[in-house]
């Protein structure tokens, strides 16, 4: 079939390059406008006991779950002329929509409550409301209140904070970043590609075949989007990895094609050889990458799903260029594949002396190779202590829901969420809401639940409709609002903890044995939190499994062994491992908090970790098909002895050892223009998946791969009989001998 295709962009290039324009032109318009389609949340489902209590107090009692939250700072105080006139501006502008409901704030509470909506020092005092809407709505709306509702200077200042304005801020902030990382990534990676390959020309083919699949990736967004919920999350990420995968396709084909060329074949053997095995490489590797975010696909959140939509058809559309429109532009390129050469004008610059090109055998990763593989088992046993070492913070991990902490400081709804943290007695963004449905008593009734609710350590008040309680002590009249004889009542148990906190997971948990009057439902960020985190983890271990099946299976058809495909799951496992012990170390406990700007809260974002595992997996794996495709042709040309594996190893890395280095390097750049982002979970991300790219690239494929394949030599290639007939069969790997040679083979390194 690759044969066919590249049969074809050979004989109509232009035809295949127009129609590709043409495909990038519809897509850049159609997914120009993604992120207003897309949805913040999605990090919960709507079985889960604290969405379930949400939605019963938006449904019966609404504005009860206050979701966005003002502050009034004026410089004569809250209760000054100019701040109550700025006020009740501000309260009769979010009274004209007809989505805000709930409105209290410090000038009209009850003065019972008015304390609590003002500032320890006396500066400024709050608003409240409830924004009413989906995921989707929610920040839209949140934003068209911001637009008319903050003062950013002047004498009274309004700034807006809570839930919603806090997604109406990501949005924005990962809109804006998206073209940052792009506008840093893609020069960036030119200029490398041109390094790499000496040429202008040569590295100018896969940034257009990068650029075909950020295009693609916009228009696949947003068709998706009319399907189904789509996480804003996935604008970054899905656009990152379709980039970093079309540019490291291309660096595969346009590597292999430079020296198909070199030894002697026409442009046209020289395309149609390369798409046969570097093209085979790129389809296999795009299978495993797929593959591996299908396991998210399990998980009920859309947050995952999303992921798991997007991605699979980035990956594919990445592929799909580099098979398809790439042997076109390589045949119109022809011969001048070379053209621009930097080299020579370079070393002249530098007075180097010009370069020569050296045998496989003479090249640096060869002589690494050899000399790791004199000394396997102490190599093998010094890297995976190192990998564990690094690794070992990861089983310290705590996992909290995402935040205004999240956002940099100086964003108005990350101001709030610090002001009401530290400048109230009680986070009223992070009480916890405990819902009655069924209870059909009186107020009196519900004054023993209240009282001991509010004897739980690092409660600073209960409010419910019997009365306010501090410390087991009745301090105000109650809210009869907060109760129905049709609908039951509900209470607020405000909180001096930081809810995602092991201390706050606690207090949940006792909050949640005092018995209640009849069932009870909690929600808050801490029941969120917990909740989701519980949801999630259930479904690990299946995703897990589901992506160590499917990388085995592929992995066979690919190698038609059973061992390296084993190897390969555990040298990933331990690349990834100390990935995440390094994130634990820098986001979760802060040791380069300042360097890189962003707040740690203690915990990581549970979302993160499983979107990492599945994008590093299939990136990791992607240089292993790479590296075992040339490994194994070695393999098949030489001696089937002890001595014949350490060649073929040997050879097979320094074959490709400068190629798929070059290639991690320029995809760790794209998710470190990721890294950029004013969003500590995406600059998690990126970074998480720039080290484990990085360090596969270098400590996996340069050190332990090589000791382990020496260590078991022959045996490397071992399958059951049944097993190998099977692959015998399909014939599903590179340099197989039913694909006809195109070319000379070249005895010598080249990129």
Not at 508 to 526: E, K, M, S, V, Y
Not at 711 to 726: E, F, I, S
């Amino acid at each position: 079939m690759l044969t066919r295709i590249a049969r074809t962009a050979v004989g109509r290039p232009r035809l295949v390059i127009a129609v590709a324009l043409l495909l990038m032109i519809l897509c850049g318009a159609i997914g120009a406008t993604v992120h207003s389609h897309m949805k913040s949340g999605g990090f919960v489902t709507s079985d889960l006991d604290s969405v379930r209590a949400n939605r019963y107090l938006s449904e019966h009692f609404p504005g009860s779950e206050p979701n966005y939250i003002l502050t009034v700072d004026a410089a004569d105080g809250p209760d000054s002329p100019a701040a109550r006139d700025a006020a009740e501006r501000t309260i009769a502008g979010l009274r004209e929509h007809s989505y805000v409901a709930g409105v209290q704030s410090y000038w009209t509470a009850d003065p019972t409550l008015k304390q609590a909506l003002r500032s320890k020092d006396g500066e400024l005092a709050l608003i409240m409301a409830s924004i009413d809407g989906d995921d989707a709505e929610l920040p839209i709306r949140a934003a068209e209140l911001n637009e008319q509702l903050q003062v950013d200077s002047g004498p009274v200042t309004v700034k807006a904070g809570g839930l919603a304005a806090t997604f109406a801020d990501m949005n924005a902030e990962i809109s804006k970043d998206l073209i940052i990382a792009e506008a840093i990534a893609i020069p960036i990676t030119g200029l490398l590609l041109a390094l790499v390959f000496g040429s202008l020309m040569a590295a100018a083919l896969p940034v257009a075949i990068g650029l075909f699949a950020i295009a693609a990736s916009l228009g696949i967004l947003r068709v998706l989007t009319a399907l189904t919920d789509v996480s804003i999350f996935a604008l970054n990420m899905t656009t990152a990895l379709g980039l970093a995968l079309a540019i490291d396709y291309s660096l595969f084909i346009v590597s292999r094609y430079r020296e198909e060329l070199a030894g002697g074949a026409t442009p046209e053997a020289a395309v149609l050889r390369s798409v046969q095995t570097a093209g085979r490489t790129v389809v296999y590797s795009a299978l495993v990458v797929a593959l591996s975010l299908s396991a998210l696909l399990v998980f009920p959140q859309y947050f995952f799903k999303s992921f798991a939509y997007a991605g699979i058809a980035v990956v594919a559309a990445a592929a799909a260029a580099a098979v398809i429109v790439l042997p076109a532009m390589l045949i119109l390129v022809g011969h001048r594949i070379d053209a621009g050469d930097l080299r020579g004008p370079l070393r002249k610059l530098f007075r180097l002396s010009p370069a020569v090109e050296r045998p496989p055998r003479q090249t640096f990763w060869y002589g690494l190779v050899i000399a790791v593989m004199k000394r396997p088992m102490s190599i093998a046993l010094a890297t995976t202590a190192f990998l564990l070492l690094l690794g070992a913070p990861f089983l310290g991990v705590q996992f909290g829901y995402p935040d205004d902490r999240s956002l940099p400081t100086d964003v108005a709804s990350r101001e709030v969420g610090d002001i009401l943290r530290t400048e109230f007695d009680a986070d009223l963004a992070s009480s916890a809401t405990i819902v009655l449905p069924e209870f059909r008593g009186t107020a009196a009734e519900l004054d023993p639940y209240a009282r001991e609710l509010s004897k739980v350590p690092d409660v600073p008040a209960v409010l419910s409709s019997a009365a306010i309680y501090r410390n087991g002590l009745r301090v105000a009249a109650g809210i009869p609002a907060m109760s129905s004889a049709q609908h039951g009542a509900y209470l607020s148990v405000a909180t001096s903890l930081d809810p995602y906190s092991d201390a706050g997971g606690a207090q949940l948990d006792t909050l949640r044995a005092i018995p209640a009057p009849t069932d009870a439902l909690i929600t808050g960020p801490a029941a969120l939190n917990q909740d989701s985190v519980t949801a999630i983890t259930g479904k690990l271990p299946l995703a897990g499994a589901l992506i160590a099946l499917t990388t085995l299976v592929v992995l066979f058809l690919f190698t038609g062994s059973v061992v390296l495909p084993i190897k390969a799951l555990i040298l990933n496992m331990l690349s990834l491992a100390a990935t995440f012990g390094a994130m634990v170390w820098i986001f979760q406990e802060g040791h380069l908090s300042e360097l890189l700007g962003f707040t740690a809260t203690g915990t990581l974002n549970l979302a993160m970790p499983i979107l990492m595992f599945s994008l590093a997996f299939g990136a990791s794996m992607d240089y292993e098909v790479f590296l075992l495709s040339r490994i194994r042709e070695e393999w098949l040309a030489g001696p089937k002895t002890t001595q014949g594996n350490t060649e073929a190893v040997a050879m097979g890395v320094a074959r490709t050892g400068r190629i798929f280095t070059a290639a991690a390097l320029l995809m760790s750049i794209v998710f470190l223009g990721v890294a950029t982002s004013g969003v500590a979970m995406m600059k998690l991300f990126g970074l998480g998946c720039a080290l484990a790219v990085i360090s596969d690239a270098t400590v996996i494929r340069g050190l332990l791969a090589p000791a382990l394949m020496r260590m078991m030599g022959t045996w490397n290639w071992w399958a059951p009989k049944p097993l190998a007939l099977l692959h015998n069969k399909f014939g599903l790997h590179e340099g197989d001998d039913s694909v006809p040679d195109a070319s000379k083979r070249l005895d010598s390194a080249s990129v």
